[in-house]
């Protein structure tokens, strides 16, 4: 089963803050039958420690390691925000990536993450577009197939 599919994908999506955009990218992954709802409470949670947030408009919520009980199946949820919403003080987030993961599946979802931040062109293509398979493509290739453009 893959880890991410467009019908995890929110193209368009509007938050009135980083926790309501956290909530839905939760959601996404309970209606993707990955996680339980009480997974949500722990994204909740686990931001109100410890900000999930990489830099270049991107942040990636996840649970805490309690909430793994909670985890059924390894997925990841995109939330693309193109107005953005606040994370951080003078920090805006434009795609916001919610984990759940059982093993180590979301590690190629995670490298090719931080291969966008190296990149700010490929990341805006992702801000910006209507076609929830250019994310999935982006976010779920080998690094034989990197050749962004």
Not at 3 to 12: E, K, N, R, S
Not at 16 to 44: H, N, P, R
Not at 83 to 97: S, T
Request: glycine share 8%.
């Amino acid at each position: 089963m893959k880890v991410l599919t467009a019908d995890m994908i929110v193209l368009g999506a509007q938050a009135v803050d980083k926790m309501d955009a956290i909530k839905q990218a939760g959601e996404s992954l309970v209606k993707a039958g990955c996680v339980a709802s009480g997974y949500v409470d722990g994204m909740l949670a686990r931001e109100r420690v410890m900000s999930t947030y990489l830099g270049s408009g991107i942040a990636i919520p996840h649970g805490e390691f309690a909430d793994l009980r909670s985890v059924y199946r390894t997925g990841v949820s995109v939330l693309q925000l193109v107005e953005g919403v606040e994370w951080e003080p003078g920090e805006r987030v434009y795609l916001v990536v919610g984990l759940a993961s059982t093993n180590d599946e979301h590690v190629k979802v995670l490298s090719n993450l931080l291969d966008l931040l190296q990149a700010p062109e490929n990341l805006s293509e992702l801000i910006h577009t209507t076609n929830p398979m250019i994310i999935v493509e982006r976010l779920t290739r080998e690094r034989s197939e990197k050749g962004w453009n």
